[in-house]
T-cell receptor
Framework: GAVVSQHPSRVICKSGTSVKIECRSL??????MFWYRQFPKQSLMLMAT?????????EQGVEKDKFLINHASLTLSTLTVTSAHPEDSSFYIC????????????????FGNGTRLTVT | AQSVTQLGSHVSVSEGALVLLRCNYS??????LFWYVQYPNQGLQLLLK??????LVKGINGFEAEFKKSETSFHLTKPSAHMSDAAEYFC???????????FGQGTELSVKP
């Protein structure tokens, strides 16, 4: 089955530093990837839609300059949390859609295992 | 616009009992609906989906869901709960822009021995 690898699974960083999270589709190509944020005991909130070779589309209220998204290839998207603060501590999850799936528009997303970010 | 409401943030059942997790949706277009399961500190795994066709959808691990347009519902059921079913369950509807998923607030399922 389609596998999405997210790295790192856990990261602790100091306030003011930047952290990069990688999302890779291992056995398929993904023209579109989605980045979600999840607070404890809460649902997933879509942060942005990442499109290969173009700028990401951010949801309302998400700071573009703080959460930098790069989707340079069909198998890799990265999320960089810049100048992290304790309130950025959260669980970040990426997901991807297989471009070869003919019904991809309505197909399920494949999710990574998430990254637990703790900013001290 | 689309939205999803899951009734009950926490459901507790005994092992072997029926599992019923409720989901209601709102959609201005024919909905495409999904149920995902999340184990602690992990991503989401697809249980089942409804796009078109048969309204009773069977998924993995013995789960199924029925799409009821008249009730705008897509409740998830399993006849007999297992301890391993304890997890967080999310209902989702496909948004009408870019194919993104819109999630409900989640229901935590506990299974008592």
């Amino acid at each position: 089955g389609a596998v999405v690898s997210q790295h790192p699974s856990r990261v602790i960083c100091k306030s003011g530093t930047s952290v990069k999270i990688e999302c890779r589709s291992l056995d398929f190509q993904a023209t579109t990837m989605f980045w979600y944020r999840q607070f404890p005991k809460q649902s997933l909130m879509l942060m942005a839609t990442s499109n290969e070779g173009s700028k990401a589309t951010y949801e309302q209220g998400v700071e573009k300059d703080k959460f930098l998204i790069n989707h340079a290839s069909l198998t890799l998207s990265t999320l960089t949390v810049t100048s992290a603060h304790p309130e950025d501590s959260s669980f970040y999850i990426c997901s991807a859609r297989d471009r070869s799936d003919l019904s991809s528009y309505n197909s399920p997303l494949h999710f990574g295992n998430g990254t637990r970010l703790t900013v001290t | 616009a689309q939205s999803v409401t899951q009734l009950g943030s926490h459901v507790s059942v005994s092992e072997g009992a029926l599992v019923l997790l409720r989901c209601n949706y709102s959609s201005s277009v024919p909905p495409y609906l999904f149920w995902y399961v999340q184990y602690p500190n992990q991503g989401l795994q697809l249980l089942l989906k409804y796009t078109t066709g048969a309204t009773l959808v069977k998924g993995i691990n013995g789960f199924e869901a029925e799409f009821k347009k008249s009730e705008t519902s897509f409740h998830l059921t399993k006849p007999s709960a297992h301890m391993s079913d304890a997890a967080e369950y999310f209902c989702a509807v496909k948004g009408d822009q870019g194919g993104k998923l819109i999630f409900g607030q989640g229901t935590e399922l506990s299974v008592k021995p």
